[in-house]
C-alpha cells in the first residue's frame, strides 16, 4: 500500500471509512464489518454514483472471477446494508439496479405510510387507507 492510500478516508456525511486502519465508523463508533463487508463498502465508496456489476464487485473483493450461480454478493450486501442501517438509521447507502449491480449513493431513507403515525397521515391517504 502506498502512502497516499495509507491516508485515504471515504466519507459519506456521518460515515467515514479508512481502509489502510480497516476501520468504518459512523458518527465516530466503530461498524462492526466483517472483512468482506468492509472490502464491498470500500469499493463502492471508492466509486460513487456508478453501477458496479455483481461480476466486478467479486473480482475486486475475492480476487477471482465470478461463477455464474454464485450468490456471495448479494449475501454480503443485504449484510452490510443491515449494518449500515443500524449505525446510520434514515439513511439509505447502496441501492440495487436490478440485473446491472449495485450503487453507493447516499440518500435519506424514504419514509412509507407505515412508518408515520396515523394522526400524520394526510386526509388524502387515510381515504385510501
Same mark, same amino acid.
Given at each position: 500500500m502506498t502512502s497516499r492510500? %495509507?491516508?485515504?478516508? #471515504?466519507? %459519506? !456525511?456521518?460515515?467515514?471509512? +479508512? @481502509?489502510?486502519?480497516? $476501520? +468504518? =465508523? +459512523?458518527? !465516530?463508533?466503530?461498524? @462492526?464489518? $466483517? @472483512? =468482506?463487508?468492509?472490502?464491498? #463498502?470500500v469499493e463502492l465508496m471508492r466509486r460513487p454514483d456508478e453501477v458496479l456489476s455483481r461480476e466486478l464487485l467479486y473480482e475486486l473483493c475475492w480476487g477471482q472471477p465470478m461463477v455464474p450461480s454464485d450468490r456471495a454478493v448479494d449475501v454480503y450486501v443485504r449484510k452490510l446494508r443491515s449494518k449500515l442501517d443500524r449505525a446510520l438509521p434514515g439513511w439509505t447507502f447502496i441501492h440495487t439496479h436490478y440485473r446491472l449491480g449495485y450503487r453507493f449513493s447516499p440518500q435519506p431513507a424514504e419514509v412509507s405510510d407505515e412508518d408515520v403515525a396515523p394522526a400524520e397521515i394526510s386526509e388524502d391517504k387515510r381515504s385510501v387507507l
Open positions: 492510500n %495509507a491516508k485515504e478516508k #471515504l466519507r %459519506a !456525511g456521518a460515515l467515514e471509512v +479508512a @481502509p489502510a486502519a480497516y $476501520t +468504518a =465508523r +459512523a458518527d !465516530g463508533q466503530v461498524i @462492526p464489518l $466483517t @472483512p =468482506r463487508e468492509f472490502e464491498l #463498502l
